[in-house]
C-alpha cells in the first residue's frame, strides 16, 4: 500500500520527503492525543468498574463485634474486610464508651455521623490528651498509628479504607477476643 502512495514521488525527492514528514507529523498528533484522552479518560472508566450501591440507615444491619470491647455495634456497607479491596463500615458507640489504644494494618479514615467521639494519639487511653470531633468530623490515621477513643454521648463514625482490615491492641491484654 505505501509504495503505490510513494510511487507518485518516487521521481520527486524533496517532496517524498515532506509527504513522509507529514504522515508521521499525522500520525504522531493522533497518537498524543490518544494518549492525553486516555490518561484523562481512564479514571472515570475506573471509578465505574464496580456496582453502582445506593444504601439508607434503614438498610444496615447492626451486630456486635467481637474485636471491641463490649456494646460497639457494627454495619459492614462495603467489604469484606479481610481482603485487600475498598471497605465502607459504620461503628455505632454507646455512652461512656472507651476502646483502649490500638491500631490498624491499614489507613483509617473516619467520618463522624452523630454524636461526639474524642480521640487521641499514644500508647495508653488518656482521656485528657484527646480531642473532640462532633459529627461532621473526620480523622485519618495513618498504618500501625497507636490511637484510642471514648465517648460521652451515643456516637457513628462511617470508617473507610482499603483491607485487609484489622485491629490489634498496643496491650494485648485489652483484646476482648483473648478474654
Given at each position: ?22 504522515a ?94 474524642n ?61
Amino acid at each position: 500500500m505505501l509504495s503505490v502512495i510513494v510511487a507518485p514521488y518516487a521521481c520527486r525527492g524533496a517532496e517524498l520527503a515532506k509527504f513522509i514528514n507529514e504522515a508521521i507529523m499525522k500520525y504522531l498528533k493522533q497518537i498524543t492525543w490518544a494518549v492525553i484522552f486516555g490518561i484523562f479518560a481512564a479514571p472515570s472508566v475506573w471509578a465505574q468498574g464496580g456496582a453502582h450501591t445506593m444504601v439508607t440507615a434503614s438498610d444496615l444491619k447492626w451486630v456486635d463485634v467481637p474485636s471491641l470491647p463490649s456494646g460497639a455495634k457494627l454495619a459492614i456497607i462495603e467489604g469484606p474486610l479481610n481482603e485487600a479491596v475498598p471497605f465502607t463500615f459504620r461503628l455505632r458507640f454507646p455512652a461512656d464508651y472507651k476502646m483502649p489504644a490500638h491500631w490498624h494494618p491499614a489507613i483509617e479514615h473516619v467520618t463522624v455521623i452523630s454524636g461526639t467521639i474524642n480521640m487521641g494519639v499514644g500508647d495508653k487511653l488518656e482521656p485528657t490528651k484527646t480531642k473532640p470531633l462532633p459529627a461532621g468530623s473526620v480523622a485519618i490515621m495513618q498504618p500501625k498509628t497507636n490511637h484510642f477513643v471514648w465517648t460521652k454521648e451515643e456516637a457513628t463514625v462511617q470508617v473507610h479504607g482499603v483491607g485487609p482490615w484489622g485491629i490489634t491492641y498496643v496491650n494485648p491484654a485489652d483484646d476482648p477476643r483473648k478474654k
